[in-house]
């Protein structure tokens, strides 16, 4: 094969990469294409929006439909989702929140935790895309949590003692007129960190699965090694998709529990 | 026994109306008769097909003693399959792509409810 060839090989490759990570206004599944905008849906309707409606539509019925809450000994996929709401409310909530206010706030977390991991394992299909690879998803995420802190904390301390809880104690004057607005930009920072986190971590797996692949779609045979290479990272991919779910919720708790609990 | 049966006839219905389904979006897809295309993509469902099969009329007490061990196991084995078959075949455009995945695409989720379905009525507590 000529190096030209092998160019217009390697630029199909990452057409198809960043049509494939970016979000958009069409849904393409091999041969079928379904364009939104030329169905009149408003140019806010995305395709990350599409599969966040779907991944929270079926995690509606799940937990709506299919959970048999009347069951004494659960069974089949009402077990299946206990564990995942056993492990949520005891392993993340009550253990960043305390037992009063992780059993009264699980739910916050539970919704998090349960529909990133969702979207994440959606992402790994190929007929969905991953909306957790992109950024307004994440930071819509991410807003959550900071509702949660600013709401939890005015309900809790009253406007001016959730203020109050930004000054440090005992430290000299001088110094507060640094750590306040510290302090203050602190609650922001952690909001975008915690959306850019899950962001990259998402995207990044993903641009290296189609790497591995568009190697053997560029030199055929040859690259064939290549294949373990798209498989490990497709085993990773599902370890990070589960650890990305855990790493998000785990900090929204532990910034939610410093809010409810500044003593600590 | 009955559960066997009932399994049995089951699965083999399933799998008809899978086929059924393939075809159908096979013919939409492709307006040609079934080729090597259809035949990679319906391979590839009816070995996961197979595999929810025989974790339904495969389980027993001793598999259930080990806990999650086997079902972890069962079910890495079907991913590294599937995504071994599916990276080798699109990699190497064996298959035209565009009829592969939709066929593949398109069946497989529903292989995937009808399977999870199935164990989730027929598990035990």
Redo the contacts between chains.
Sequence with gaps: MSPEQNVDKMQEVVDYITHHVLDGQAWTLGGLHLDFAKANLPPWFTLSGLMGMIGAGLLCWLYCKVYDQKARVPRGITNFLEVIVVFVRDEIAVANLGKEDGRKYAWLFLTQFTLILTLNFMGLIPIFTTATGVLGVTAALAFTTFAAMVYLGVERFGFVGFLKNFIPHGIPLPVLFLLVPIEIAGIFIKTIVLSIRLFANMLAGHIVLFAMIGLIYIYGAPALPALLGGLFVFFLEMLVAFLQAYIFTMLSAIFVGQVLHPEH | MKRYIFGMVFWIASTLCLAGLAIVVHTW??DAPPGRDFAAAAGLLLFNQGMFALADLGRGPKLDALGLIPGLLWIGGK??VN??T???L????AVD???????F??T??LVLACG?AR???A???
């Design positions: 897809i492709a991913l590294f995504c071994f599916l990276f080798l699109i990699g190497l455009q792509i565009r009829v592969f995945v939709s066929v695409f398109i497989y989720p999870i164990i989730h009525f598990s035990t507590p």
